[in-house]
DNA sequence: TGGGATTTGTTCGTATGTATG
DNA sequence: ACATACATACGAACAAATCCC
């Protein structure tokens, strides 16, 4: 024995999910792997050994297993293309002149909205509080929200301000729990005086924690991935007023940049379809 | 039964590991983990429970089994901070100043190397076709390298260059199979009179291919990240002339962009030690 | 509404293969 | 050649969630 032989099915399932058998669950469900029993007599093997097969293509991120319902194809959509540049700072010609950005993220012909905020008061973690440029035991402001695009969940976003600003500043509406309606950064200008001059962003990839899974709909796959944006925003003379930390997942979002002079229909419409091809092939040992 | 054993073994598993339990395999080798026989006596269950239970910390990045070896903890190494946005063209106070940036990419205290250039020429697909504005069957120059930071794999960078740069336009150095050592923008600068005036970034994150896999020592874990980044250099009126993909592992790479006046302290040192910690919990169900 | 059938999840037992030292 | 240790494979039983009549 001890062939692979679990590999083998796996293989040939994968090849069968890309040809497109296996039909639809009921109209227009989801595409539906027949079950284990019958799996298994199909491919003369165990049942054991068919479970193998499929926790690899589960976790691939290639099929999903409920139980008592199925194992079912996963549905990857089209990724959105979001732009981190795309501030009234920008520089270049593209810069503030028309309506197809927004502040903080620009995407295409889709409609952001987003829950109330969860206002709350915080002490700061070592990593916010160097960007921050705060003192480690200071309390600030955090105020998150979730994110939809086309009211499909799309991102999670935590700003924090220093507690002054509210307090001592006259910026107090940054601790009533409703959205900001003109903008946080134009609202601190107002208030304090706060120019936006500069951004700094720290981009990670990891994988998602316990509640951006619930938010996302995210499993244990290796294709389980979200991206973890953290923006500091600077003014005048380098201080730093407002620090945002925005989730998103990898499978269904693309981040651009765009630096000096760009072509406005790369600006405007990054990306065609992803042809999926692997740029760097290694063939050799 | 099936009350979840394996998970009850794991969690405590990973808790061990966290305190610190499980010594060295030889003086100074990596972490080792009993082997199966003895966590079956120890938790006493069946040993496919145990195998479950290593399993799932396999797929979370925080085991690797081998045959015949044992299990071993994984070391994740503290990650490295790569600021993109770094680069002669970078407006604000820090551009140009001094030393402690590459052309691509700038990191600090590190020895960036690469490996020779694998040349070879290539029918772009559609994307780099858009990206490159060039005709969907054009061919290109391809030239491969493998990067390393410290004598470690650090990243795998692709560069495409239309292939009548190198014919029509003289630049030929772009098929030879050796560094360009004043660094292929600037040659193309001479040869071409090209100069680069802006730059489009787009990032991915995407579980690594095989090859990626054997570079950078990667699994198939979710942990087991790679950012993949493709960059596309402008000219004068928009003319694209170069597009680089790039990739790195992401549990070892943090990327960082600089827009506008950004402080000093923080362009060259951007983040301190990542203190773990959910940036947005959503407690509530 | 209920209850049986379906389907995946969990756990155990056992045997053998394969790589390492 | 032998012992150790993980990998593969088969068989079996029951649990838990869902589905369906």
Redesign the interface.
Known sequence: MAARRWREVADDLLKRIGDGDFPRDKDGGRRKLPPESELQSHYETSRNTIREAL?FLA???HVVSEQGKGTFIVFRPEPV?VT??A?E????PGGGEGQWYKRDAAVQNREPTSSVPRVEIQVV???LA??LQVEPATQVVSR?Q?IYLDDEPWS???SYYPLDFALKGGASKLLEAHDIPEGAVKYLGKTLGYK????????????P?D??K??FALG??????V??TTR?A?GVE?K?FRLT?T?WP?DRN??????????TR??KA??????R???????GT
């Open positions: 926790d976790n691939r991120g293309h981190l540049s501030t700072l920008g520089v270049g973690s070592e990593q160097w960007y998150h979730q999670l976003q935590t936006e001059v500069g951004y700094h962003d720290e981009i990670r990839a990891r994988a924690d509640n951006e619930r938010f244990d796959s290796a294709a389980d991935v991206f973890e500091t600077y380098g730093a930390v989730v990898a693309r981040l651009h940049y765009n630096v000096g002079e760009v072509p790369v600006m990054p990306s065609r379809r992803s042809s091809r692997s740029p760097n092939g290694d063939e």
